[in-house]
Antibody
Framework: EVQLVQSGAEVKKPGESLKISCKGS????????IGWVRQMPGKGLEWMGL????????TYSPSFQGQVTISADKSISTAYLQWSSLKASDTAMYYC??????????????WGQGTLVIVSS | QSVLTQPPSASGTPGQRVTISCSGS????????VNWYQQLPGTAPKLLIY???QRPSGVPDRFSGSKSGTSASLAISGLQSEDEADYYC?????????????FGGGTKLTVL
């Protein structure tokens, strides 16, 4: 079974750093892009960026470029999303998802269970 | 403000057919395929429709998708109480900054 399992909820203070993880299993982790998606409380989905674990090629949404860093460690089939200095506005649920594609069609499946990040003083 | 436009809410009674629209532009829906995701309360999104009208295995054939020009729609026939969820459309956008994934704002479906 293809599965993405994310790290647990985090409560942090503004200014702190954070790295959350997404571990893939049941497939060849290095041959599929992994995406990160933000969902702020009561709001919709926002794409943040993608990483190809095979060579760590990364692309970011313009809205998140410079705000977060996406990385991967293919030796342990894990992708990461990190912040160097959290803000209260980073409070959200964060999902990772595998990017599937056929020719020119791309979609996210499956999704991780989500990691809740709360930033509060 | 989301790049793709969906109605914020929709409703129907059990057994009814409901449709949810998704409007975009030539740089996203007009030139790329559309996917739909279902998010049940308190859970992660789940792929419902991919490549405009394809259902993943396990998704009932009550769910169907279509696309025309710069708009897409999701239809749910034989509405059931367990269909109450948020539904999101998504597509790639060929923006000047490079490919971008854009989502609709989501439609909250209520089964009356």
């Amino acid at each position: 079974e293809v599965q993405l399992v994310q790290s647990g909820a985090e409560v942090k203070k503004p200014g702190e750093s954070l790295k959350i993880s997404c571990k893939g299993s049941g497939y060849s982790f290095t041959t599929y892009w992994i995406g990160w998606v933000r969902q702020m409380p009561g709001k919709g989905l926002e794409w943040m960026g993608l990483i190809y674990p095979g060579d760590s090629d990364t692309t970011y949404s313009p809205s998140f470029q410079g705000q977060v860093t996406i990385s991967a460690d293919k030796s342990i089939s894990t992708a990461y999303l990190q912040w160097s200095s959290l803000k209260a506005s980073d409070t959200a649920m964060y999902y990772c998802a595998r990017l599937e594609n056929i020719v020119t069609s791309n979609w996210f499946d499956p999704w991780g269970q989500g990691t809740l990040v709360i930033v509060s003083s | 403000q989301s790049v793709l436009t969906q109605p914020p809410s929709a409703s129907g009674t059990p057994g009814q057919r409901v449709t949810i629209s998704c409007s975009g532009s030539s740089s996203n829906i007009g030139s790329n395929t559309v996917n739909w995701y279902q998010q049940l309360p308190g859970t992660a999104p789940k792929l419902l429709i991919y490549s405009n009208n394809q259902r993943p295995s396990g998704v009932p054939d009550r769910f169907s998708g279509s696309k025309s020009g710069t708009s897409a729609s999701l239809a749910i026939s034989g509405l059931q109480s367990e269909d109450e969820a948020d539904y999101y459309c998504a597509a790639w956008d060929d923006s000047l900054n490079g490919p971008d994934v854009v989502f609709g704002g989501g439609t909250k479906l209520t089964v009356l």
